[in-house]
C-alpha cells in the first residue's frame, strides 16, 4: 500500500493486524504493528530507546538466549533457530538500532518494549530466510521469538542486564574523577588553609588533605555501587507471566539463564521464587538509591568548590577553577563556576529520579508492578547524566584547580582558628587570652603570639607548618 506524506513523496506501507485490526506500518520499518501503536500512543518525553544502545543489546542476549534454550529443547526448528540467532546478533553489534523508535515512558508494564524487539527479530530473521517483511506465518514475533516468554520476565530481566552494562562505564569514569582529585591533593599536600565547620574559622589543614578527603568520600561509591548491582544479577527468565512458567517447557528457565551466562559471561541466577520475583522491585529500589547517595555526595564536593572558590576579591578566594564562559551579560570580568553548577542540577535530577523509582516501585499490585517503564527510564537518565557529568567535572573543571598558596596561609595567619592548634604548647588560658584580644583588636592570632613573646618566629612557623596539619604529633 502506497500513501503520499507532506513532502509529496512516496512512501510504501504495509498491513499489519492485532487484537485491535489493521494498522499501516512503513514497508521498509523491521517493527511491526505493536511498535507501530506504541510510536502513535506514547508520545512523551522524546527518548527513545534507541538512545540507549544497552538496552537493546541487552534484550537481543535476552532473545538470543531464550531462542537456543527452545531450539536445544527442541522447540523451535533448525531455519528460524538459524535466523533469529542471526538477527539477535546483529542487534548485538550495533545494527538496526534505528528500528527501536518507541518513547521510554509508556503504559503496558514494558510490552511494547518486548514486541518492539520481537518484531524487529522476526523481521529480520524473515529476510535471512528469503521471505517479506510482515510474513509472519514463517517467523513470527511471538510464536517464536517471544517463545517460552513473557514481557514479565524477558523486560525486566533485559533491562537489569542493560543496568548491569552501564554500571561498569559509570563506575570507570567515577574512578577517574577520584583519580584526579588525589592528584590534586598531592599536588596540594604542602598548602596550608583554614579548616571550617559551620562556615566558621576551624584548625589549620592542608588544601592536600581537602582534595584527598573529596576522593576518598567518593571511593565509597565504588564499592557501594558494585554492592548494589550484584542484587541485578537474579532474573526471573522462564517466569512467563506471573511466575508459575505457564506456557515454557520443563527444564527452560534453568536452561534459559545458563544460556545467558554462557552468552555474556555474567554471573546470572534464577530467581528462587519466581512468583515473587515478577513484581519485586527491590533492587531497583536499592541500585537507585546507590545512584543517589553519589549524586548527593557528589554535589556536595561541587558545594565546596563554589565556595572554595568563591570571590576573587570578596570571597574566600582558597582555589581557582577554570574558568569556562563569561559570567554575565551586565557584570565585566565575572566568571562564574558554571561547571559544578551544572554537575549539582545533574545531581539534583538524579535524587529526584530516585523519588520517582521510589513512587514507582511502591506502585505495584499483585503479581506485577506496571510501572516498571519509568523505573527503567529513571534509572537509565541518572546513570547516563551521572557518567556524563563526571567526565566534564573533571576534564574541565578538577584537572585544572589551581590554589593560592599565599593567600591561604595569609587568611591561617589572620584566624582565630590557629589558636586551637597552639593551645597544647601554650596552655588554654593563654590561648583563650589571644583569642579574645585577637577578636577585640583585630589582630591576627600569629602577630599576637609573637607580640607576647609567647612563642618566637622560628617555633611558631614549625607548629604551622603543613607536615604538622597532616596527623595527630
Same mark, same amino acid.
Given at each position: 500500500?502506497?500513501?503520499?506524506?507532506?513532502?509529496?513523496?512516496?512512501?510504501?506501507?504495509?498491513? +499489519?493486524?492485532?487484537?485491535?485490526?489493521?494498522?499501516?506500518?512503513?514497508?521498509?520499518?523491521?517493527? =511491526?504493528?505493536?511498535?507501530?501503536?506504541?510510536?502513535?500512543?506514547?508520545?512523551?518525553?522524546?527518548?527513545?530507546?534507541?538512545?540507549?544502545?544497552?538496552?537493546?543489546?541487552?534484550?537481543?542476549?535476552?532473545?538470543?538466549?531464550?531462542?537456543?534454550?527452545?531450539?536445544?529443547?527442541?522447540?523451535?526448528?533448525?531455519?528460524?533457530?538459524?535466523?533469529?540467532?542471526?538477527?539477535?546478533? +546483529?542487534?548485538?553489534? =550495533?545494527?538496526?538500532?534505528?528500528?527501536?523508535?518507541?518513547?521510554?515512558?509508556?503504559?503496558?508494564?514494558?510490552?511494547?518494549?518486548?514486541?518492539?524487539?520481537?518484531?524487529?527479530?522476526?523481521?529480520?530473521?524473515?529476510?535471512?530466510?528469503?521471505?517479506?517483511?510482515?510474513?509472519?506465518?514463517?517467523?513470527?514475533?511471538?510464536? !517464536?521469538?517471544?517463545?517460552?516468554?513473557?514481557?514479565?520476565?524477558?523486560?525486566?530481566?533485559?533491562?537489569?542486564?542493560?543496568?548491569?552494562?552501564?554500571?561498569?562505564?559509570?563506575?570507570?569514569?567515577?574512578?577517574?574523577?577520584?583519580?584526579?582529585?588525589?592528584?590534586?591533593?598531592?599536588?596540594?599536600?604542602?598548602?596550608?588553609?583554614?579548616?571550617?565547620?559551620?562556615? &566558621?574559622?576551624?584548625?589549620?589543614?592542608?588544601?592536600?588533605?581537602?582534595? !584527598?578527603?573529596?576522593?576518598?568520600?567518593?571511593?565509597?561509591?565504588?564499592?557501594?555501587?558494585?554492592?548494589?548491582?550484584?542484587?541485578?544479577?537474579?532474573?526471573?527468565?522462564?517466569?512467563?507471566?506471573?511466575? *508459575?512458567?505457564?506456557?515454557?517447557?520443563?527444564?527452560?528457565?534453568?536452561?534459559?539463564?545458563?544460556?545467558?551466562?554462557?552468552?555474556?559471561?555474567?554471573?546470572?541466577?534464577?530467581?528462587?521464587?519466581?512468583?515473587?520475583?515478577?513484581?519485586?522491585?527491590?533492587?531497583?529500589? /536499592?541500585?537507585?538509591?546507590?545512584?543517589?547517595?553519589?549524586?548527593?555526595?557528589?554535589?556536595? *564536593?561541587?558545594?565546596?568548590?563554589?565556595?572554595?572558590?568563591?570571590?576573587?576579591?570578596?570571597?574566600?578566594?582558597?582555589?581557582?577553577?577554570?574558568?569556562?564562559?563569561?559570567?554575565?551579560?551586565?557584570?565585566?570580568?565575572?566568571?562564574?563556576?558554571?561547571?559544578?553548577?551544572?554537575?549539582?542540577?545533574?545531581?539534583?535530577?538524579?535524587?529526584?529520579?530516585?523519588?520517582?523509582?521510589?513512587?514507582?516501585?511502591?506502585?505495584?499490585?499483585? &503479581?506485577?508492578?506496571?510501572?516498571?517503564?519509568?523505573?527503567?527510564?529513571?534509572?537509565?537518565?541518572?546513570? *547516563?547524566?551521572?557518567?556524563?557529568?563526571?567526565?566534564?567535572?573533571?576534564?574541565?573543571?578538577?584537572? =585544572?584547580? *589551581?590554589?593560592?598558596?599565599?593567600?591561604?596561609?595569609?587568611?591561617?595567619?589572620?584566624?582565630?582558628?590557629?589558636?586551637?592548634?597552639?593551645?597544647?604548647?601554650?596552655?588554654?588560658?593563654? /590561648?583563650?587570652?589571644?583569642?579574645?584580644?585577637?577578636?577585640?583588636?583585630?589582630?591576627?592570632?600569629?602577630?599576637?603570639?609573637?607580640?607576647?613573646?609567647?612563642? /618566637?618566629?622560628? &617555633?611558631?612557623?614549625?607548629?604551622?607548618?603543613?607536615?604538622?596539619?597532616?596527623?595527630?604529633?
Amino acid at each position: 500500500m502506497n500513501t503520499t506524506n507532506g513532502n509529496s513523496k512516496q512512501q510504501a506501507f504495509r498491513l +499489519e493486524s492485532d487484537l485491535l485490526g489493521e494498522l499501516r506500518v512503513p514497508a521498509e520499518a523491521y517493527y =511491526g504493528v505493536q511498535t507501530q501503536r506504541g510510536i502513535d500512543n506514547y508520545k512523551v518525553s522524546n527518548l527513545k530507546m534507541s538512545d540507549f544502545p544497552e538496552y537493546i543489546i541487552a534484550m537481543a542476549y535476552i532473545k538470543l538466549a531464550a531462542v537456543e534454550a527452545n531450539h536445544e529443547l527442541g522447540i523451535i526448528n533448525d531455519a528460524i533457530y538459524a535466523a533469529i540467532a542471526q538477527a539477535c546478533h +546483529e542487534l548485538i553489534e =550495533g545494527k538496526m538500532h534505528d528500528q527501536f523508535p518507541t518513547d521510554m515512558v509508556q503504559g503496558g508494564a514494558g510490552t511494547t518494549v518486548n514486541m518492539n524487539a520481537n518484531e524487529v527479530i522476526a523481521n529480520r530473521a524473515l529476510e535471512i530466510m528469503g521471505h517479506n517483511r510482515g510474513e509472519y506465518q514463517f517467523c513470527s514475533p511471538n510464536d !517464536h521469538v517471544n517463545c517460552a516468554q513473557s514481557t514479565n520476565d524477558a523486560y525486566p530481566s533485559a533491562f537489569r542486564y542493560a543496568f548491569i552494562r552501564m554500571n561498569r562505564g559509570l563506575v570507570e569514569e567515577l574512578k577517574n574523577l577520584i583519580a584526579s582529585l588525589r592528584k590534586k591533593g598531592d599536588e596540594f599536600n604542602d598548602s596550608l588553609k583554614m579548616g571550617r565547620t559551620q562556615l &566558621q574559622d576551624a584548625v589549620p589543614m592542608t588544601s592536600g588533605q581537602e582534595f !584527598h578527603a573529596f576522593a576518598n568520600n567518593l571511593e565509597e561509591e565504588v564499592a557501594n555501587l558494585d554492592r548494589n548491582i550484584k542484587l541485578l544479577y537474579e532474573i526471573n527468565m522462564g517466569g512467563t507471566a506471573i511466575g *508459575t512458567g505457564l506456557n515454557a517447557a520443563a527444564g527452560y528457565a534453568e536452561l534459559c539463564i545458563r544460556k545467558m551466562c554462557e552468552l555474556t559471561g555474567e554471573p546470572f541466577e534464577l530467581a528462587s521464587d519466581l512468583v515473587e520475583a515478577t513484581p519485586d522491585t527491590g533492587a531497583y529500589v /536499592s541500585y537507585s538509591a546507590s545512584l543517589k547517595r553519589l549524586a548527593v555526595k557528589l554535589s556536595k *564536593t561541587c558545594n565546596d568548590l563554589r565556595l572554595m572558590a568563591s570571590g576573587p576579591r570578596c570571597g574566600l578566594h582558597e582555589i581557582n577553577l577554570p574558568p569556562m564562559a563569561p559570567g554575565s551579560s551586565i557584570m565585566p570580568g565575572k566568571v562564574n563556576p558554571v561547571i559544578p553548577e551544572v554537575t549539582n542540577q545533574v545531581c539534583f535530577k538524579v535524587i529526584g529520579n530516585d523519588t520517582a523509582v521510589t513512587f514507582a516501585a511502591e506502585a505495584g499490585q499483585l &503479581q506485577l508492578n506496571v510501572m516498571e517503564p519509568i523505573i527503567t527510564e529513571c534509572i537509565f537518565e541518572s546513570i *547516563t547524566w551521572l557518567r556524563n557529568v563526571m567526565k566534564i567535572l573533571r576534564e574541565k573543571c578538577i584537572d =585544572g584547580i *589551581t590554589v593560592n598558596r599565599e593567600h591561604n596561609e595569609k587568611m591561617v595567619k589572620q584566624s582565630i582558628g590557629i589558636v586551637t592548634a597552639l593551645n597544647p604548647v601554650i596552655g588554654y588560658k593563654a /590561648s583563650t587570652k589571644i583569642a579574645k584580644e585577637a577578636l577585640e583588636t583585630g589582630k591576627g592570632v600569629y602577630d599576637l603570639v609573637l607580640e607576647h613573646g609567647l612563642l /618566637s618566629k622560628e &617555633q611558631l612557623d614549625k607548629l604551622l607548618d603543613p607536615e604538622n596539619m597532616l596527623a595527630a604529633h
